[in-house]
C-alpha cells in the first residue's frame, strides 16, 4: 500500500505564504520497476469541484492549473519521495482543502495507480 501524508496547512493573512508538504510512503515504493510518475496537489473550495494547483510528471515536467499560476511554486524532491507547493501571495479565494496527489506505477505496471491524501486545510482570512 501506498500513503500520501500531507502537512504545512493553516490559517494565514492575506498577501501571506505557505509551504505545502507531502510524503509518499509504503513498502510497495521499494520494489524495483517501482516508478512514481507523477505528484501534484489539488485543491477543493466548499461547493465547487476540485481543481488541479499544479503538478510534476516525470523529473521536470511541471503543470500548473489556474489557481496558482505566478503565485505558487510545486517542487519535487525525488530522493525523499516528496513533492513540496510554495504559496505566496495568498488570497481570500484560495481557501480550500488541498490534497497531494500521486500517479505512481507498482512494479513494472503500464497504467499507475492513481494515489489521495487526505487534505489539509488553507484558510486566507484577515
Known amino acids: 500500500q501506498v500513503q500520501l501524508v500531507e502537512s504545512g496547512g493553516g490559517l494565514v493573512q492575506p498577501g501571506g505564504s505557505l509551504r505545502l508538504s507531502c510524503t509518499a510512503s509504503g513498502s510497495t515504493l521499494h520494489i524495483v520497476d517501482t516508478d512514481i510518475v507523477s505528484m501534484g496537489w489539488f485543491r477543493q473550495a466548499p461547493g465547487k469541484e476540485r481543481e488541479l494547483v499544479a503538478t510534476?510528471?516525470?523529473?521536470?515536467?511541471?503543470k500548473y492549473g489556474g489557481p496558482g499560476k505566478g503565485r505558487f511554486a510545486i517542487s519535487r524532491d525525488n530522493s525523499k519521495n516528496m513533492v513540496i507547493l510554495q504559496m505566496n501571495s495568498l488570497r481570500p479565494d484560495d481557501t480550500a482543502v488541498y490534497y497531494c496527489?500521486?500517479?505512481?506505477?507498482?512494479?513494472?505496471?503500464?497504467?499507475?495507480?492513481?494515489?489521495w491524501g487526505r487534505g489539509t486545510q488553507v484558510t486566507v482570512s484577515s
Open positions: 510534476i510528471i516525470g523529473e521536470s515536467n511541471i
Open positions: 496527489n500521486a500517479a505512481i506505477a507498482l512494479d513494472g505496471q503500464l497504467i499507475p495507480n492513481i494515489y
